[in-house]
C-alpha cells in the first residue's frame, strides 16, 4: 500500500492550495482517508488530524479548520483531496496523507494504518 501526497508549496495568507494523495497497491473503497498536519516543532506521533472521509462520502473537519478546509475523495481515481481556503501562517506545517480500514475516524496517529511521505505548506508573506 502506497500513499503519494502533492500539492503542498508556499502562499501569502489568504491563499489557497489544493493537496492531493493517490492511493494504490490495495486500498479499499471502504477505507477511511485522512489529512494530518504536523506543526513545526511539534512531535509526528502527535500531530493533528485536520479532516477525514470515509469511502460513503461522510466527512469529519476539526473544528478550527471547518469552512476553511474542505476533504473529498474520487473513489474512481483512489485519490483523496484537501483543498485549503484563507489561509494563514498558523497552517504552516508538513501535511500528510494516511489511510485505515473502516468505518471509525479516530484522532491518534497511531490508529492509521498507511502514510504518504507529506507535503510541506508554507503561508507567510
Known amino acids: 500500500v502506497q500513499l503519494q501526497a502533492s500539492g503542498g508549496g508556499s502562499v501569502q495568507p489568504g491563499g489557497s492550495l489544493r493537496l492531493s494523495c493517490a492511493a494504490s497497491?490495495?486500498?479499499?473503497?471502504?477505507?477511511?482517508m485522512g489529512w494530518f498536519r504536523q506543526e513545526p516543532g511539534q512531535e509526528r506521533a502527535l500531530q493533528d488530524l485536520?479532516?477525514?472521509?470515509?469511502?460513503?462520502?461522510?466527512?469529519y473537519h476539526a473544528p478550527s479548520m471547518k469552512g476553511r478546509f474542505t476533504i473529498s475523495r474520487d473513489n474512481a481515481k483512489n485519490t483523496v483531496y484537501l483543498q485549503m481556503v484563507n489561509l494563514n501562517p498558523e497552517d504552516t506545517a508538513v501535511y500528510s496523507c494516511?489511510?485505515?480500514?473502516?468505518?471509525?475516524?479516530?484522532?491518534?496517529?497511531?490508529?492509521?494504518?498507511?502514510w504518504g511521505q507529506g507535503t510541506q505548506v508554507t503561508v507567510s508573506s
Open positions: 494516511a489511510a485505515r480500514p473502516g468505518p471509525y475516524i479516530y484522532s491518534r496517529v497511531s490508529d492509521w494504518d498507511y
Open positions: 485536520v479532516a477525514a472521509i470515509r469511502g460513503d462520502g461522510t466527512t
Open positions: 497497491g490495495g486500498i479499499l473503497n471502504t477505507y477511511v
